[in-house]
């Protein structure tokens, strides 16, 4: 069996987190192994790259995989999915964390890709509009909310992203340092300067963990509901890094298993 780099087990065993990283990045011959193994028979693969902060249900995705009792489900962009019980979200991410989140009441999970561009809306950032679609985190919100307006029974964990040090956007880049500046004021001024290292909006270095959590203060979640496993991928020998200078040989894999 092909071992994961960490393995997390959350909310109560309802939910089982595994993070593949170096030196295997997983094709499809080997999720389906470990598909098997793990027995999960249904694979959830939305399309994460364009980071349009959306949450899909697994009704959306039509199937791209099959082979013995696996089957996987994908051609479908959303940055995250609802995963039913007995079904794994599969997650490929270089520095971008992934979000767990789970209703205590309903049970509902959703894993969901939490890019920087999925937790703001630059697009209308840098036409000068306003945010014409919710952050990733709220629209996880939205949804684990739908039949109960209590945002404390939501739980959340977030894992396998980049952390500040590694993640600058400074304002003296030659290409890109008038929106970047533009951008850091937006958090900072939204969402608080303690989003970047040390307060510094000049130099950016964001912390996307701390930016999340906000958001889903913001939305009403109880602070003592939000986790993140510490980890940061430009760090970690055994994670993948694509940030500039980085390693572009592959990318980390992240299962996510709603056990109950």
């Given at each position: ?10 909310f ?5 987190a595994?993070?593949y990283g ?8 080997n ?8 027995e999960v028979?249904?694979i959830?693969?939305p ?8 949450v899909?249900d697994s009704?959306d995705l039509?199937k791209?995989?099959y082979?013995?009792s696996?089957t996987i489900l994908?051609?479908?962009p959303?940055?995250?999915v609802?995963i ?13 964390p992934t979000i ?5 009441n309903t049970?509902?999970v959703i894993?969901a890709?939490?890019g920087r561009?999925?937790?703001?809306d630059?697009t209308?950032l840098?036409?000068?509009?306003l945010?014409?679609r919710p952050s990733?985190v709220k629209a ?10 209590r945002?404390?029974v ?6 396998c992203g ?9 304002a ?8 970047n ?6 958090i900072g001024?939204k969402y608080?300067?303690d989003?970047f290292?040390a307060g510094?909006?000049k130099?950016?270095?964001?912390n996307?963990?701390r930016l999340?959590?906000k958001?889903?203060?913001a939305?009403g ?10 980890v940061d991928?430009?760090s970690?020998?055994?994670?993948y890094?694509?940030r500039r200078g980085?390693?572009?040989t592959?990318?980390?894999?992240i299962?996510?298993i709603?056990r109950?």
């Amino acid at each position: 069996m092909l071992e994961p780099t960490d393995r997390h087990l959350l909310f109560d065993g309802a939910v089982e987190a595994l993070v593949y990283g170096k030196p295997t990045d997983l094709e499809p011959s080997n999720l389906m192994q470990i598909s098997e193994e793990i027995e999960v028979e249904t694979i959830l693969k939305p399309e994460t790259h364009t980071f349009n902060a959306r949450v899909c249900d697994s009704s959306d995705l039509t199937k791209i995989g099959y082979r013995n009792s696996v089957t996987i489900l994908g051609n479908y962009p959303a940055d995250g999915v609802v995963i039913p019980i007995g079904q794994a979200a599969c997650l490929r991410t270089a520095d971008c964390p992934t979000i767990i989140a789970r209703h205590n009441n309903t049970g509902e999970v959703i894993a969901a890709h939490a890019g920087r561009a999925s937790l703001i809306d630059e697009t209308a950032l840098r036409n000068d509009q306003l945010e014409t679609r919710p952050s990733i985190v709220k629209a996880i919100c939205q949804r684990l909310l739908r039949a109960n307006h209590r945002s404390k029974v939501i739980q959340t964990m977030s894992i396998c992203g980049i952390g500040p040090m590694f993640f600058s956007h400074p304002a003296s880049d030659p290409k890109h340092g008038d929106f970047n500046l533009l951008r850091n004021r937006h958090i900072g001024g939204k969402y608080g300067a303690d989003c970047f290292l040390a307060g510094n909006l000049k130099r950016g270095n964001l912390n996307l963990f701390r930016l999340i959590a906000k958001q889903f203060i913001a939305c009403g979640v109880s602070i003592e509901n939000l986790a993140y496993d510490g980890v940061d991928t430009a760090s970690r020998t055994d994670r993948y890094f694509s940030r500039r200078g980085g390693d572009l040989t592959g990318h980390n894999t992240i299962l996510v298993i709603r056990r109950a």
